[in-house]
């Protein structure tokens, strides 16, 4: 059996988990200048929480706060923050929702989840490595990569703006 399976087992992984965001980041990388450069940053508010229940099934759901958004650089962070990008006034949430999953090696889950952005709702597979904490929580970590445009995140002035996204997270979450 393997340990994502062993820890979906255990009597104390039952229950509702609540997401730590001082031990978590939610990153992002995107191609610029034509592919020659990249632009990396982070969105620095965030909040969720997940459940597993007693026949292993897993449910979540994580809540970013759009104008969180950080590269660096607050002259681009106000333009991601603006209409053609993010349009925060209006659409002040990022969501992933999880509505299931199950164990696909050693310490990897596949999850299946739902990104919206900007209103916008679309699959988002996931492949998450499973690190048991010492402390009793539990550390989620995965990559992927979006196209922007499928949510309507279309500010490119010029053609600069690669249309895919690498998405990192690592997510610590603890029994609530």
Same mark, same amino acid.
Do not use: C
């Given at each position: 059996?393997s340990s994502v399976a062993t820890f979906l087992s255990s009597p104390k992984a039952v229950g509702?988990? !609540?997401?730590?965001?001082?031990?978590?980041? $939610? %990153?992002?990388?995107?191609?610029?200048?034509?592919? /020659? #450069?990249?632009?990396?940053? =982070?969105? +620095?508010?965030?909040?969720?929480?997940?459940?597993?229940?007693?026949?292993?099934?897993?449910?979540?759901?994580?809540? $970013?706060? =759009?104008?969180?958004?950080?590269?660096?650089?607050? +002259? %681009?962070?106000?333009?991601?923050?603006?209409?053609?990008?993010?349009?925060?006034?209006?659409?002040?949430?990022?969501? &992933?929702?999880?509505?299931?999953?199950?164990?696909?090696?050693?310490?990897? =889950?596949?999850?299946?989840a739902d990104l919206t952005v900007k209103g916008i709702?679309?699959?988002?597979? #996931? !492949? &998450?490595?499973?690190?048991? #904490?010492?402390?009793?929580?539990? %550390? #989620?970590?995965?990559?992927?990569?979006?196209?922007?445009?499928?949510?309507?995140?279309?500010?490119?002035?010029?053609?600069?703006?690669?249309? %895919? +996204?690498?998405?990192? /997270?690592?997510?610590?979450?603890?029994? =609530?």
């Open positions: 059996m509702t988990w !609540k997401l730590d965001p001082g031990q978590s980041s $939610i %990153r992002f990388e995107n191609g610029t200048m034509w592919g /020659a #450069l990249k632009v990396r940053g =982070a969105f +620095t508010e965030f909040s969720g929480s997940g459940e597993i229940k007693e026949d292993k099934s897993v449910s979540g759901r994580v809540d $970013i706060k =759009a104008a969180s958004i950080n590269t660096g650089l607050s +002259t %681009r962070d106000h333009d991601l923050r603006r209409s053609n990008f993010f349009n925060t006034d209006l659409y002040p949430d990022i969501t &992933v929702v999880v509505t299931g999953g199950e164990p696909v090696g050693d310490d990897i =889950a596949r999850l299946d709702t679309g699959p988002l597979p #996931l !492949k &998450v490595e499973v690190s048991p #904490l010492n402390d009793g929580g539990v %550390r #989620l970590t995965t990559e992927t990569t979006v196209t922007r445009k499928q949510f309507a995140v279309e500010g490119n002035f010029l053609g600069m703006v690669g249309n %895919r +996204t690498k998405l990192k /997270a690592s997510l610590v979450f603890r029994p =609530a």
